[in-house]
């Protein structure tokens, strides 16, 4: 995903440093994205986006990201939270894909 290149009010906010709209951006393209995409779910579009958004971020600005902000969008959107407890829980595998980015590495 070309977050350059996207139209978003939120995330051109987030790309400019006000990271308190994090969460609103990933909403954003996370809906935008799944609706243009009927086999892609919004929980899941959520959480590729939101993992995406938060690598670009600290491509460009490590310091402007901490790791904690993903967890708390996540954790922060009951339909999000909600499938993730459906589908294992934070231990299941998909969570060991993510320790390596949540511990910064």
């Given amino acids: 995903m070309d977050f350059e290149r996207v139209s978003s009010q939120a995330l051109a906010e987030v790309l400019t440093g006000k ?21 892609m779910v919004y929980e899941r579009a959520f959480l590729s986006v939101s993992v995406k958004l938060m690598m670009h971020i600290l491509k460009k600005v490590p310091s402007m990201f901490h790791p904690s902000q993903l967890i708390t969008v996540i954790n922060g959107n009951a339909q999000v939270k909600n499938y993730i407890e459906a589908h294992g829980g934070w231990l299941s595998h998909a969570v060991f894909s993510l320790a390596p980015i949540l511990a910064g590495h």
């Fill in 19 to 39: 990271m308190e709209k994090f969460g609103a951006a990933v909403d954003s393209l996370s809906r935008s994205w799944s609706d243009q995409n009927p086999e």
